[in-house]
């Protein structure tokens, strides 16, 4: 992960558990690259879910938040059967968006398997970019950093 710069120094993160199916692999039951994408989506959720960040928060106020960038970084393979841990952490920053790091490793090895970052950005209703942050993604902000 690069160096950010800290806009407060308090981490919110959460941990979800994942058990690779028979459908997320190919072939030779290696994890597909594209499967990572639904574990990342799976660890965003339990992270909205734990701090009042879901989607469905966020568009009851009226937004939309997709995302813009992605970025994922794969070390090593996960197979079928393995259980892993997807490390979802909130980054804090001034800009209109929401952004996350993830890690993902073994349950049982603990060795990072992979890193990745995404970014989201603030549409309203009228699908029109926000500069700003809204409201209640402030308020949200000043409740838990």
């Known amino acids: 992960m690069k160096k950010r710069k800290k806009y407060n120094n308090k981490i919110l993160s959460t941990e979800t558990e994942i058990k690779i199916r028979f459908s997320e692999v190919d072939a030779m039951s290696i994890v597909w690259h594209g499967s990572y994408i639904k574990y990342l989506e799976d660890g965003r959720e339990n992270f909205g879910e734990k701090y009042g960040l879901g ?33 979802t952490t909130f980054i804090d920053n001034i800009a209109a968006k929401i952004n996350f790091e993830y890690e993902i490793r073994k349950k049982y090895e603990n060795k990072i398997i992979t890193t990745a970052e995404s970014t989201q950005v603030f549409l309203n209703k009228k699908r029109k970019l926000e500069l700003f942050n809204p409201e209640f993604f402030i308020l949200w902000k000043n409740k838990y950093l």
């Open 55 to 87: 989607y469905m928060d966020i568009y009851s106020k009226g937004y939309l938040t997709p995302i813009v960038k992605l970025n994922i970084n794969y070390k090593k393979t996960i197979i079928y059967g393995d259980i892993i841990i997807v490390k």
